[in-house]
Protein backbone atom coordinates (compact mmCIF):
# COMPACT_ATOMS: atom_id res chain seq x y z
CA UNK A 1 0.00 0.00 0.00
CA UNK A 2 3.01 2.53 0.73
CA UNK A 3 6.39 2.75 -1.26
CA UNK A 4 8.06 4.28 2.40
CA UNK A 5 6.20 2.77 4.99
CA UNK A 6 5.68 -0.68 6.45
CA UNK A 7 2.54 -0.80 8.85
CA UNK A 8 1.81 -3.86 10.79
CA UNK A 9 -1.52 -3.52 12.96
CA UNK A 10 -0.66 -6.17 16.29
CA UNK A 11 -3.28 -6.01 19.87
CA UNK A 12 -4.65 -2.95 18.79
CA UNK A 13 -1.02 -1.23 18.08
CA UNK A 14 -0.24 -0.01 14.50
CA UNK A 15 3.26 -0.25 14.21
CA UNK A 16 4.40 2.27 11.08
CA UNK A 17 8.05 1.50 10.15
CA UNK A 18 10.02 4.79 8.02
CA UNK A 19 11.12 2.13 5.20
CA UNK A 20 14.08 3.37 3.48
CA UNK A 21 17.29 2.15 4.93
CA UNK A 22 19.20 2.49 2.06
CA UNK A 23 18.67 6.69 2.82
CA UNK A 24 18.98 5.81 6.45
CA UNK A 25 15.35 6.75 6.47
CA UNK A 26 15.47 10.01 5.51
CA UNK A 27 12.14 12.03 5.36
CA UNK A 28 11.59 12.76 1.45
CA UNK A 29 8.08 14.44 0.32
CA UNK A 30 7.06 10.66 -0.47
CA UNK A 31 7.78 9.75 3.28
CA UNK A 32 5.92 13.05 4.60
CA UNK A 33 2.82 12.35 2.24
CA UNK A 34 2.67 8.95 2.96
CA UNK A 35 2.94 9.54 7.07
CA UNK A 36 0.25 11.48 5.93
CA UNK A 37 -2.05 9.12 5.02
CA UNK A 38 -1.53 6.68 7.64
CA UNK A 39 -2.57 8.96 10.53
CA UNK A 40 -5.74 9.85 8.65
CA UNK A 41 -6.55 6.35 9.14
CA UNK A 42 -5.08 6.48 12.76
CA UNK A 43 -7.38 9.16 13.50
CA UNK A 44 -10.44 7.02 11.66
CA UNK A 45 -9.97 3.43 12.12
CA UNK A 46 -11.00 2.25 15.28
CA UNK A 47 -9.29 -0.94 15.65
CA UNK A 48 -6.19 1.20 16.13
CA UNK A 49 -5.82 1.67 19.59
CA UNK A 50 -1.99 2.90 19.68
CA UNK A 51 0.80 3.68 17.41
CA UNK A 52 4.34 2.52 17.24
CA UNK A 53 6.46 4.49 14.78
CA UNK A 54 10.25 3.01 14.36
CA UNK A 55 12.58 2.89 11.86
CA UNK A 56 14.02 -0.10 9.06
CA UNK A 57 17.29 -1.75 10.21
CA UNK A 58 19.64 -0.80 13.21
CA UNK A 59 21.46 2.14 11.94
CA UNK A 60 18.65 5.01 12.42
CA UNK A 61 15.21 5.95 13.40
CA UNK A 62 15.10 8.63 10.87
CA UNK A 63 18.37 10.59 10.08
CA UNK A 64 17.18 13.83 9.05
CA UNK A 65 15.36 15.17 5.67
CA UNK A 66 16.58 14.37 2.51
CA UNK A 67 18.87 17.09 1.55
CA UNK A 68 18.40 16.95 -1.99
CA UNK A 69 15.68 18.24 -2.46
CA UNK A 70 16.32 21.22 -0.65
CA UNK A 71 18.29 22.87 -3.50
CA UNK A 72 15.17 23.63 -5.80
CA UNK A 73 13.42 25.67 -2.47
CA UNK A 74 13.62 29.62 -2.48
CA UNK A 75 12.38 31.10 1.00
CA UNK A 76 9.08 30.58 0.14
CA UNK A 77 8.95 27.05 -1.34
CA UNK A 78 10.93 26.04 2.55
CA UNK A 79 8.57 27.81 4.32
CA UNK A 80 5.84 26.41 2.46
CA UNK A 81 7.46 22.57 3.21
CA UNK A 82 7.94 23.49 6.80
CA UNK A 83 4.11 24.44 7.27
CA UNK A 84 2.51 21.57 5.29
CA UNK A 85 5.01 19.20 6.88
CA UNK A 86 3.46 20.36 10.65
CA UNK A 87 -0.07 20.55 9.64
CA UNK A 88 0.07 16.94 7.65
CA UNK A 89 2.29 15.02 10.05
CA UNK A 90 4.11 16.72 13.18
CA UNK A 91 0.79 18.22 14.50
CA UNK A 92 -1.32 15.65 13.53
CA UNK A 93 0.81 13.23 15.83
CA UNK A 94 0.92 15.71 18.54
CA UNK A 95 -2.71 15.51 18.84
CA UNK A 96 -3.72 12.33 18.41
CA UNK A 97 -6.20 11.25 20.52
CA UNK A 98 -4.64 8.02 20.77
CA UNK A 99 -0.85 7.12 22.18
CA UNK A 100 1.78 7.55 19.89
CA UNK A 101 5.36 6.36 20.95
CA UNK A 102 8.58 6.56 18.78
CA UNK A 103 10.99 3.75 19.05
CA UNK A 104 14.06 5.24 18.51
CA UNK A 105 16.45 2.66 17.13
CA UNK A 106 20.08 4.20 15.68
CA UNK A 107 20.12 8.01 15.03
CA UNK A 108 17.53 10.32 15.09
CA UNK A 109 18.54 13.92 13.33
CA UNK A 110 17.38 16.82 12.37
CA UNK A 111 13.33 15.94 10.88
CA UNK A 112 13.98 12.62 12.31
CA UNK A 113 14.33 14.13 15.86
CA UNK A 114 11.47 16.28 15.54
CA UNK A 115 9.35 13.21 14.15
CA UNK A 116 10.15 11.81 17.25
CA UNK A 117 9.72 14.90 19.93
CA UNK A 118 6.17 15.04 17.76
CA UNK A 119 5.07 11.58 19.46
CA UNK A 120 3.68 11.37 22.94
CA UNK A 121 7.09 10.07 24.62
CA UNK A 122 9.92 8.01 23.48
CA UNK A 123 11.67 5.07 24.40
CA UNK A 124 15.17 4.22 22.95
CA UNK A 125 17.33 1.81 21.80
CA UNK A 126 21.05 1.91 23.40
CA UNK A 127 22.64 2.90 20.24
CA UNK A 128 20.02 5.56 19.60
CA UNK A 129 21.49 9.25 18.90
CA UNK A 130 19.71 12.43 19.04
CA UNK A 131 20.50 15.79 17.56
CA UNK A 132 19.62 18.80 15.23
CA UNK A 133 22.30 19.46 13.12
CA UNK A 134 20.73 22.19 10.89
CA UNK A 135 22.77 25.05 11.40
CA UNK A 136 25.58 22.97 9.87
CA UNK A 137 23.67 23.06 6.39
CA UNK A 138 23.14 26.78 7.12
CA UNK A 139 19.01 26.23 7.55
CA UNK A 140 17.44 25.78 11.30
CA UNK A 141 14.72 23.07 12.39
CA UNK A 142 11.66 23.71 10.60
CA UNK A 143 9.05 20.93 11.55
CA UNK A 144 9.09 22.33 15.51
CA UNK A 145 12.82 21.31 16.74
CA UNK A 146 12.84 24.37 18.00
CA UNK A 147 9.90 24.60 19.99
CA UNK A 148 9.66 20.70 20.85
CA UNK A 149 13.04 20.59 22.25
CA UNK A 150 13.05 23.43 24.53
CA UNK A 151 9.88 22.09 26.38
CA UNK A 152 11.47 18.70 26.56
CA UNK A 153 14.91 19.85 27.52
CA UNK A 154 14.61 23.47 28.94
CA UNK A 155 15.94 26.55 27.13
CA UNK A 156 20.12 26.33 27.77
CA UNK A 157 20.18 22.36 26.65
CA UNK A 158 18.29 22.93 23.81
CA UNK A 159 20.45 26.33 22.76
CA UNK A 160 23.17 24.34 23.14
CA UNK A 161 22.67 21.35 21.12
CA UNK A 162 20.64 23.23 18.09
CA UNK A 163 23.76 26.26 17.65
CA UNK A 164 26.68 23.26 18.30
CA UNK A 165 24.37 20.63 16.19
CA UNK A 166 26.21 18.04 18.31
CA UNK A 167 24.41 14.69 19.05
CA UNK A 168 23.45 12.96 22.43
CA UNK A 169 23.20 9.33 23.16
CA UNK A 170 20.47 7.21 24.59
CA UNK A 171 21.58 7.66 27.90
CA UNK A 172 22.22 11.42 27.94
CA UNK A 173 18.59 11.90 26.20
CA UNK A 174 16.84 9.75 29.19
CA UNK A 175 18.94 12.21 32.07
CA UNK A 176 17.89 15.05 30.11
CA UNK A 177 13.91 14.19 29.73
CA UNK A 178 14.26 13.45 25.74
CA UNK A 179 13.32 9.83 26.09
CA UNK A 180 11.58 7.89 29.17
CA UNK A 181 13.51 4.80 28.74
CA UNK A 182 16.60 3.17 27.25
CA UNK A 183 16.43 -0.86 26.31
CA UNK A 184 19.10 -2.99 24.38
CA UNK A 185 18.48 -2.69 20.50
CA UNK A 186 17.17 -6.19 20.57
CA UNK A 187 14.68 -5.57 23.50
CA UNK A 188 13.44 -2.54 22.06
CA UNK A 189 10.15 -3.30 20.05
CA UNK A 190 9.29 -5.71 22.39
CA UNK A 191 9.10 -3.33 25.33
CA UNK A 192 7.81 -0.60 23.91
CA UNK A 193 4.52 -2.92 23.16
CA UNK A 194 4.37 -4.03 26.50
CA UNK A 195 4.45 -0.17 27.75
CA UNK A 196 1.26 0.41 25.33
CA UNK A 197 -0.43 -2.75 25.90
CA UNK A 198 -0.70 -1.49 29.67
CA UNK A 199 -2.02 2.02 28.39
CA UNK A 200 -4.71 0.29 25.74
CA UNK A 201 -5.94 -1.55 29.16
CA UNK A 202 -7.13 2.33 30.59
CA UNK A 203 -10.11 4.23 29.86
CA UNK A 204 -9.62 5.24 25.74
CA UNK A 205 -11.62 8.20 26.48
CA UNK A 206 -9.62 9.18 29.41
CA UNK A 207 -6.18 8.36 27.81
CA UNK A 208 -7.13 10.91 25.06
CA UNK A 209 -8.11 13.88 27.37
CA UNK A 210 -5.11 13.14 29.05
CA UNK A 211 -2.88 13.47 25.97
CA UNK A 212 -5.17 16.95 25.27
CA UNK A 213 -4.89 18.43 28.53
CA UNK A 214 -1.07 17.45 28.78
CA UNK A 215 -0.21 19.31 25.43
CA UNK A 216 -1.89 22.37 26.44
CA UNK A 217 0.26 22.15 29.54
CA UNK A 218 3.20 22.20 27.05
CA UNK A 219 1.69 24.77 25.01
CA UNK A 220 1.98 27.12 27.33
CA UNK A 221 -1.85 27.21 27.30
CA UNK A 222 -3.29 30.02 29.04
CA UNK A 223 -7.02 27.90 29.49
CA UNK A 224 -4.75 24.52 30.69
CA UNK A 225 -6.53 24.24 34.23
CA UNK A 226 -10.25 25.22 33.21
CA UNK A 227 -9.81 22.69 29.81
CA UNK A 228 -8.53 20.26 32.51
CA UNK A 229 -11.96 20.64 34.32
CA UNK A 230 -14.47 20.90 31.74
CA UNK A 231 -12.59 17.39 30.36
CA UNK A 232 -12.49 15.92 34.00
CA UNK A 233 -16.74 16.33 34.44
CA UNK A 234 -16.76 15.03 30.64
CA UNK A 235 -15.54 11.73 31.78
CA UNK A 236 -18.27 11.74 34.55
CA UNK A 237 -20.76 11.76 31.32
CA UNK A 238 -18.87 7.92 29.90
CA UNK A 239 -19.84 4.51 30.59
CA UNK A 240 -16.44 3.98 31.00
CA UNK A 241 -16.25 6.15 34.58
CA UNK A 242 -19.32 4.28 35.69
CA UNK A 243 -17.15 0.86 34.60
CA UNK A 244 -14.17 2.23 36.41
CA UNK A 245 -15.84 3.28 39.72
CA UNK A 246 -17.88 0.16 39.94
CA UNK A 247 -14.61 -2.40 39.15
CA UNK A 248 -13.03 -0.52 41.62
CA UNK A 249 -15.70 -1.41 43.96
CA UNK A 250 -16.57 -3.86 43.25
CA UNK A 251 -13.07 -5.15 43.42
CA UNK A 252 -12.79 -6.84 39.82
CA UNK A 253 -10.35 -5.68 36.71
CA UNK A 254 -12.23 -2.81 34.44
CA UNK A 255 -13.62 -3.52 31.10
CA UNK A 256 -13.51 -0.62 28.92
CA UNK A 257 -15.46 0.38 25.74
CA UNK A 258 -14.23 3.67 24.95
CA UNK A 259 -18.04 4.81 25.33
Not at 201 to 213: D, G, N, R, T
Request: with cysteine; charged share 25%.
Amino acid sequence: MYKTLLTELEKGTLIITVNRPDKMNALNKDVIKELGIVFDEVYSNSEIKSVIITGAGEKAFVAGADISEFLSLDAEGGAALAREGQANVFDKIENCPKPIVAAVNGFSLGGGCELAMACHFRVAGSNAKFGQPEVNLGLIPGYGGTQRLTRLVGKGKAMEMIMSADMVGADDAKTLGLVNHVFAPEELLAKTKEILQKIQSKAPIAVAQVIACINDASNGSHHGFENEIERFGACFATEDMKEGVNSFLEKRKPVFKGK
